[in-house]
C-alpha cells in the first residue's frame, strides 16, 4: 500500500510556472514508476508526464513537451512537475500516480495508487 499527496496547485496567470510536488508514503520506492495525470470539466482524465523511480526515464504528453519538466528525489521520496509557460488550457486537477509495471506507462489503468488531486487554474 503507497499514499500519495499532491501539493503546489493554485491560480497563475498565463505565461507564469507553479511546481508541483507529490510524496509518497514509502521512503524505499524504486519498485514503482510515477506518472502525472489532468483532468479538466467535461474532459476524459489524460496523461501528462511519467518518469521512473530509479532509472531515470522519462516521457510527456506532446501538449506539454518543452513546457513541463518531471523530476524525483528519492531520498525524499517525492516526484515534481515542474510547469511552466502555462496555458489556460492546462486548467485542470493534476494527480500524481504510482505504477507497478515497471515502464512508464500512459493510461490511467497501469497505475495502482493515486493522490487526491491538486487544482491548477491558469487565467488569460
Known amino acids: 500500500q503507497v499514499q500519495l499527496v499532491e501539493s503546489g496547485g493554485g491560480l497563475v496567470q498565463a505565461g507564469g510556472s507553479l511546481r508541483l510536488s507529490c510524496a509518497a508514503s514509502?521512503?524505499?520506492?524504486?519498485?514503482?514508476?510515477m506518472g502525472w495525470f489532468r483532468q479538466a470539466p467535461g474532459k476524459e482524465r489524460e496523461f501528462v508526464a511519467a518518469?521512473?523511480?530509479?532509472?531515470?526515464?522519462?516521457y510527456y504528453a506532446d501538449s506539454v513537451k518543452g513546457r513541463f519538466t518531471i523530476s524525483r528525489d528519492n531520498a525524499k521520496n517525492t516526484v515534481y512537475l515542474q510547469m511552466n509557460s502555462l496555458k489556460p488550457e492546462d486548467t485542470a486537477v493534476y494527480y500524481c500516480a504510482a505504477s507497478g509495471l515497471g515502464y512508464l506507462a500512459v493510461s490511467s489503468n497501469e497505475y495502482d495508487y493515486w493522490g487526491q488531486g491538486t487544482q491548477v487554474t491558469v487565467s488569460s
Open positions: 518518469i521512473s523511480w530509479s532509472g531515470g526515464s522519462t
Open positions: 514509502r521512503r524505499t520506492f524504486s519498485s514503482y514508476d
